[in-house]
């Protein structure tokens, strides 16, 4: 095979910006990639970077290879497999450090440039907030800056000049990459997004409830969900955001019934009772990857997915336990509407089955005392009530960090520790009830939500589990943490957090307006840039009077709109700038830029004559056409018929003529 | 406007002059083209300079070479106007008053060490300088043409000067300084014979007649708009540096005319006639100098950062 010439070497002063531009394109990744990986992967550029280091210790690749495989392999350890999201991105992570450690040429330089872009792109699989967003601003110029010198071939230019035309060229950019992703079709569910590759831990609430599960939700400030109400807005005690709905007891934790053994419905049950002006909202809500929705206590309606006015579709199912369970992956941020009743209680369509009795050996203590309260109170209600009085008025504790339980949980909550968060309490509500033989299971969701302009963000910080009771075929709302705190229900979680004492930074007005504003931003983000789907789009070309534009209408539209943004501003602007500079001034600007390229630039000040003088010195073949072109200069530009258009049409003319010999040269 | 052939003998006719002052004046070619230049601009030359570096050779060689008639005037601090414009006397005899010439009816005045003596004297000559007659008794005496006033300044920091305040440092077109010889220069002149019998034998090479044509000529030299341009970028900048702080005053539109017309005797002399940002440059420093800090030795670094400055057009 011929080989190709070898491509030329890199000056150092490009090795180090490249060596910023891999590091810069890195940081984002550090957030999400394990510790292992992040550390070789910078060091490996670091190591580069610094001058006295690399010199000393430079690697043949008789030992990069190995060190290649063995990161390899240590990746496919790590994850169990090498063809998914994550391990590739953890790979590529690695190999960017590795490229960088032996790009030595300028053709190694502009793959290590496009890999980084490349890698820079991944960061976006975990998180796709503004701040990523972001943090990828610095990373991007560094790009445009290493590939425009690269371009330049290290020529001697200013690296100022150099900063101020990649700056330039990316703000006229900008308008262009804005259209390109609001005209470019997009994708309707991208497979990355998907987080079946594992390792993507989202804080939220999950399948089963266990004693501290939630109460560990309650220390995340993340934003869960954020509501628009359409109408009132409800009052805070009136905000049960139905979520799981959990009938499975193991004597530990409880959890999500198989499904099998449900119906589900695809039509609303008028089981609220007359549905008569419902509440109507809309939420929208991050990638959960949960497959159930929320919904205020309690759904009355299917919720429909919203995108414009004309795009409506039920995207869940409701179950006999009003768990709206969904019909599409929430793989990327959603959001739909919905329509509640505010109620308490809902008659059931069935007689609840042995499930919802269900309890374990173990809990002795638990069990005895619901007999005993059973062996009291006839009546199911006024039994219920009895719990409650007694976690009013014995000395229970509701606390965000409630002891580890010792032996049976529910009995060492109930007897000895006394204190919990609500999952203790919905938890032990329920084993009682259903140990006094009524039936009853947990509900968990969100209690509650902070008004933040017009909408209402709820967070996982305000996790909430309650309990329900099958009474007179009616399923009805206990909220056992409401007799022990009951701030908690009127005020919701931060009233509570600020006795607890933690997070008291928080809670100041300073930092809570601050946070708000910063909500709003957020906000926006998510429904107008992360939520600019295929369905948006659609409604935009409908908005312009377009129908389902096909490629080639999408192509030329993006090619006129860049065509009058490059017309209308980027061209003016660069014409503004030479205003007062005839043709021969403009043949000569072209000359001194091409031998600023071969790496001799014209001083500030320094006068034709000198410049050439000094041209011909470094370059003697070119004596004879450099004189010629600098006397039509001085003629064309400092002659006694210089401002006369043919005079100078004439000279630079001459000009051209010299330029051209001077490039066949 | 001369044909092409007529301008290229005058040309050529001046580098004879510059080669025959050369060799009277060893080793000081710029200051040389300079000199002629401020005569050809039709200003007046400041000399600042140590005495003995040879300027009162320089003048008398310009006199000489170009055939010009020349006058002395050592400048003291006991110095009147009358002991240089002249004054009237009574004759008895024909009982009526008489001028009396001064040493300032000519056409090469050599001023020596003007800053000795007291203002009013030297405001004396300056308005001869810049009005081309002087006034006495009423009447007013006009000067022949050309008047060309070759003044030497010693450096203010000595004692017992007179500073030429700002506005008259204004009119003299060219500052320049010799300075000490270079070494090979130095040998020619230890070497050689008398510089004093050297001049003295000289023949004049051009004549008065000449010397009024070039003038005219040099006044016809193109200044394109680039170099105006470039000019008055210049003349802003000082008034920026100035403003800073980095020079007294910045420079005024006389001075900046006293630029253009020193640039076109300077492409003149080359053998040009178009002002290139080159000629400018070239001079820049000769005129500026002095007038922004008031010595040329102050007011050279001032100069020579503007030219970093400032870019050609």
């Not at chain 1, 391990?87 to 960088?100: E, I, R």
């Not at chain 1, 009895?386 to 409630?402: E, G, K």
């Not at chain 2, 070239?282 to 870019?311: C, Q, W, Y």
Request: net charge neutral; hydrophobic share 40%.
């Amino acid at each position: 095979m011929k080989r190709a010439v070898p491509s030329p070497k890199i000056s150092e002063s490009t090795r180090r910006l490249l060596g910023i531009t891999v590091l810069l394109t890195q940081l984002p990744l550090l957030l999400h990639l394990p510790l292992w990986i992040c550390l070789p992967g910078t060091l490996l550029v670091l190591w580069r970077i610094v001058p006295s280091l690399h010199r000393t210790l430079a690697l043949p690749p008789l030992i990069m290879t190995p060190l290649v495989l063995i990161g390899a392999l240590a990746i496919v350890m790590h994850y169990g497999q090498i063809f998914n999201r994550d391990p590739c991105v953890a790979f590529l992570f690695l190999l960017v450090g590795f490229k960088y450690l032996e790009s030595n040429s300028r053709h190694d330089a502009s793959l290590l440039v496009v890999l980084s872009a490349f890698l820079l792109m991944t960061q976006f699989f975990y998180w796709q907030s503004i701040a990523a967003a972001l943090a990828s601003i610095p990373a991007i110029f560094f790009i445009g800056l290493s590939l425009f010198t690269l371009q330049r071939a290290n020529a001697e230019t200013d690296p100022r000049f150099m900063v101020n035309i990649t700056a330039k060229l990316l703000l006229q950019a900008i308008p262009i990459a804005m259209l390109l992703f609001v005209a470019v079709p997009r994708v309707t569910s991208p497979g990355w997004g998907d987080g079946s590759g594992g390792g993507s831990a989202t804080t939220g609430l999950s399948a089963s409830m266990s004693p501290g599960s939630i109460s560990e939700l309650s220390k995340s400030d993340e934003v869960a969900f954020r509501v628009e109400f359409q109408g009132r807005t409800p009052a805070q005690h009136e905000l049960y955001w139905r979520g799981p709905v959990m009938s499975g007891f193991d004597g530990h934790s409880w959890f999500i019934l198989p499904r099998a053994k449900h119906k589900t419905f695809t039509q609303t049950q008028s089981s609220v009772g007359v549905v008569s002006n419902p509440l109507r909202y809309t939420v929208t809500m991050a990638a959960t990857h949960n497959p159930w929705l929320l919904a205020l206590d309690a759904p009355a309606s299917l919720p429909v997915r919203t995108a414009g006015d004309n795009i409506r579709e039920t995207i869940a199912t409701i179950t006999e336990e009003k768990q709206l369970d969904t019909l599409v992956k929430l793989n990327r941020a959603i959001r739909y509407s919905a329509e509640s009743v505010i109620t308490d209680r809902f008659f059931a369509n069935a007689t609840p089955g042995a499930e919802y009795l269900l309890t374990t050996e173990k809990n002795p203590r638990a069990t005895k005392l619901a007999q005993q309260l059973r062996s009291e109170f006839e009546d199911d209600a006024v039994l219920a009530n009895q719990i409650l009085q007694m976690f009013n008025q014995q000395s229970y504790n509701y606390t965000l960090s409630p002891p580890q339980p010792k032996g049976d949980a529910i009995d060492d909550f109930l007897f000895n520790s006394k204190s919990g968060f609500c999952e203790h309490y919905s938890g032990s509500f329920v084993f009682l009830l259903r140990a006094a033989g009524i039936p009853a299971r947990v509900v968990t969701g969100y209690q509650g939500g902070e008004v933040n302009d017009n909408y209402m963000i709820v967070r996982q910080s305000d996790a909430h589990a309650w309990s329900e009771a099958y009474i007179d075929g009616q399923w009805i709302r206990f909220d056992p943490t409401a007799f022990v705190a009951p701030e908690r229900i009127q005020q919701g979680i931060g009233e509570v957090l600020r006795n607890e004492g933690s997070n008291a930074i928080s809670q100041l007005p300073i930092v809570k307006s601050l946070q708000l504003g910063w909500d709003k931003i957020n906000y926006r983000w998510q429904s107008m840039v992360i939520g600019f789907d295929a369905k948006s789009q659609s409604k935009m070309w409908q908005k312009l009077g377009l129908q389902k534009p096909g490629a080639l209408t999408i192509v030329l539209l993006i090619l006129a709109v860049v065509l009058i943004w490059v017309s209308l501003i980027v061209a003016p602007w660069s014409l503004l700038r030479r205003d007062r500079s005839d043709l021969c001034q403009q043949q000569w600007e072209k000359l001194c830029r091409s031998f600023e390229k071969r790496g001799l630039k014209r001083n500030n000040g320094e006068t034709a004559e000198a410049y050439v003088n000094r041209l011909t010195h470094r370059w003697p073949i070119h004596k004879s056409p450099l004189t010629t072109l600098l006397g039509a200069y001085h003629a064309g530009h400092y002659g006694s018929n210089a401002d006369d258009t043919n005079t100078q049409k004439h000279y630079a003319g001459l000009m051209r003529e010299a330029r051209k010999q001077l490039s066949r040269q | 406007m001369l044909s092409g052939q007529q301008s290229q003998s005058h040309h050529d006719h001046i580098g004879d002059v510059i080669a025959q002052l050369e060799h009277l004046v060893v080793g000081k070619t710029t200051q040389i083209k300079l000199s002629v230049a401020t005569l050809l601009a039709q200003g007046h030359l400041l000399l600042e300079d140590l005495p003995g570096v040879g300027k009162t050779t320089l003048a008398r060689a310009l006199a000489a070479t170009l055939g010009f008639n020349w006058n002395r005037v050592q400048f003291t601090s006991d110095l009147l106007p009358a002991d240089i414009t002249g004054l009237s006397i009574f004759d008895v005899s024909s009982q009526e008053f008489r001028f009396h010439a001064g040493p300032v009816f000519t056409s090469l005045l050599l001023a020596d060490e003007i800053n000795r003596a007291p203002p009013k004297t030297q405001s004396a000559l300056l308005e001869a300088m810049e009005e081309s007659q002087v006034t006495i008794d009423g009447n007013s005496y006009s000067l022949e043409q050309p008047f060309f006033v070759v003044a030497t300044q010693n450096p203010t920091e000595q004692l017992g000067v007179y500073p030429l305040p700002e506005s008259q440092l204004d009119r003299f077109l060219c500052c320049i300084e010799l300075g000490y010889p270079n070494s090979d220069a130095e040998r020619v002149l230890l070497t050689g014979g008398d510089r004093r019998q050297m001049v003295d034998d000289t023949a004049a090479i051009a004549t008065l007649d000449d010397v009024r044509l070039w003038q005219a000529l040099t006044s016809q030299v193109t200044t394109s708009s680039a170099v105006l341009d470039y000019t008055q970028a210049l003349l802003q900048t000082t008034r920026n540096m100035a403003g800073q702080g980095a020079c007294a005053n910045g420079l005024s539109p006389r001075a900046g005319l006293s630029l253009l017309s020193m640039s076109r005797a300077w492409a003149f002399i080359h053998g040009r006639n178009l002002v290139l940002p080159d000629d400018v440059q070239a001079v820049f420093t000769s005129v500026a100098a002095h007038r922004l800090t008031g010595s040329l030795k102050r007011g050279a670094p001032v100069t020579r950062e503007i030219l970093n400055l400032v870019d050609v057009a």
